[in-house]
């Protein structure tokens, strides 16, 4: 039976209490809480980010962009947004969503901000010409996978992975819902998948690099606890298990889920990149351990 038991209010009001999990990094209103500038490394492009799916759909690209020996070299900043750190003016003016990533391209004689990761992701492959067809019908074929990433993304991370993993108690109308949302957009890369090696065909693009953080992680098991077993992966989505397996065993993916990560094995914990050597000499293991 549906449980009817919560009655909206005539007219909402933000409960700061009533947040979960996220209760410090949402609110109703946008604009900087406090000031402060960002830092500026010295590469032209400076990015400032977290290891979420979204932020590394970003590093993952500046990583590939490099194997593939483009002058690419970045500087990347971590932004701790359990702290606030998104709501401080520097970045801001860089994203006034603030959302990470966000990226400063001071390429050209005057300094480009770019937010949003699809739009991060665009830049940069247009940018290099690398990753994205230029012209023509592959090049629509790319996009319409990344708008597809762009609008399914917050069913599967705020709704699903939201009611299911961290909302602070289980309800099973909501789960049930975005699980079967979840499932539908599997199902969708499911059949994609059942004659190309990549999402939008025979080659490895930037919408591999957008999905694969959201729906390749879920799927090797690595976000929302559960949620894998939960959802059935390996018995009703081979094919997606394979491309998620493919795309993982790449090394500009590997360093690229470890730039601004803060969570798991400090190892695989490389808090900010400036330098292709820091992924030898500067993980948490290496400078002494994981406290923030």
Same mark, same amino acid.
């Given at each position: 039976? =549906?449980?009817?038991?919560?009655?909206?209010?005539?007219?909402?009001? /933000?409960?700061?209490?009533?947040?979960?999990?996220?209760?410090? =990094?949402?609110?109703?209103?946008?604009?900087?809480?406090?000031?402060?500038?960002?830092? +500026?490394?010295?590469?032209?492009?400076?990015?400032?980010?977290?290891? *979420?799916?979204?932020?590394?759909? +970003?590093?993952?690209?500046?990583?590939?962009?490099?194997?593939?020996?483009?002058?690419?070299? !970045?500087?990347?900043?971590?932004?701790?947004?359990?702290?606030?750190?998104?709501?401080? %003016?520097?970045? *801001?003016?860089?994203?006034?969503?603030?959302?990470?990533?966000?990226?400063?391209? #001071? *390429?050209?004689?005057?300094?480009?901000?770019?937010?949003? %990761?699809?739009?991060?992701?665009?830049?940069?492959?247009?940018?290099?010409?690398?990753?994205?067809?230029?012209?023509?019908?592959?090049? =629509?074929?790319?996009?319409? /996978?990344?708008?597809?990433?762009?609008?399914?993304?917050? !069913?599967?991370?705020?709704?699903?992975? #939201?009611?299911?993993?961290?909302?602070?108690?289980?309800?099973?109308?909501?789960?049930?819902?975005?699980?079967?949302?979840?499932?539908?957009?599997?199902?969708?890369?499911?059949?994609?998948?059942?004659?190309?090696?990549?999402?939008?065909?025979?080659?490895?693009?930037?919408?591999?690099?957008?999905? /694969?953080?959201?729906?390749?992680?879920?799927?090797?098991?690595?976000?929302?606890?559960?949620?894998? =077993?939960?959802?059935? +992966?390996?018995?009703?989505?081979?094919?997606?298990?394979?491309?998620?397996?493919?795309?993982?065993?790449?090394?500009? +993916? *590997?360093?690229?889920?470890?730039?601004?990560?803060?969570?798991?094995?400090?190892?695989?914990?490389?808090?900010?990149?400036?330098?292709?050597?820091?992924?030898?000499?500067?993980?948490?293991?290496?400078?002494?351990?994981?406290?923030?």
């Amino acid at each position: 039976m =549906t449980d009817r038991s919560y009655t909206p209010p005539k007219v909402w009001t /933000w409960d700061k209490e009533n947040g979960g999990a996220f209760a410090s =990094t949402n609110r109703p209103v946008a604009g900087a809480t406090h000031d402060k500038e960002l830092p +500026v490394g010295k590469h032209p492009f400076q990015l400032y980010s977290l290891a *979420t799916p979204n932020g590394q759909k +970003v590093t993952i690209l500046f990583e590939e962009l490099l194997d593939a020996g483009h002058d690419a070299e !970045y500087d990347a900043w971590l932004i701790k947004i359990g702290d606030g750190d998104q709501f401080g %003016s520097g970045f *801001t003016k860089v994203n006034p969503n603030s959302k990470i990533p966000a990226l400063m391209d #001071h *390429t050209g004689d005057t300094p480009v901000r770019v937010f949003e %990761s699809g739009s991060i992701l665009m830049h940069l492959a247009d940018r290099f010409g690398a990753f994205l067809p230029s012209d023509g019908p592959e090049r =629509t074929e790319v996009i319409n /996978w990344l708008m597809w990433q762009m609008g399914s993304a917050p !069913y599967l991370g705020g709704g699903f992975g #939201h009611f299911y993993h961290y909302a602070p108690e289980n309800l099973e109308y909501p789960i049930d819902r975005f699980a079967m949302e979840t499932k539908r957009q599997l199902d969708v890369l499911e059949r994609e998948l059942a004659d190309k090696r990549f999402v939008a065909g025979d080659d490895y693009t930037i919408a591999d690099i957008a999905i /694969w953080p959201w729906y390749g992680n879920l799927v090797l098991g690595r976000i929302y606890g559960d949620a894998a =077993t939960f959802l059935s +992966v390996e018995a009703d989505y081979p094919r997606v298990m394979d491309w998620a397996e493919r795309i993982d065993a790449r090394p500009a +993916v *590997t360093r690229g889920r470890m730039v601004n990560q803060m969570s798991g094995p400090p190892e695989g914990q490389l808090r900010e990149r400036h330098a292709a050597e820091d992924f030898q000499t500067k993980t948490q293991d290496k400078i002494g351990g994981d406290a923030d």
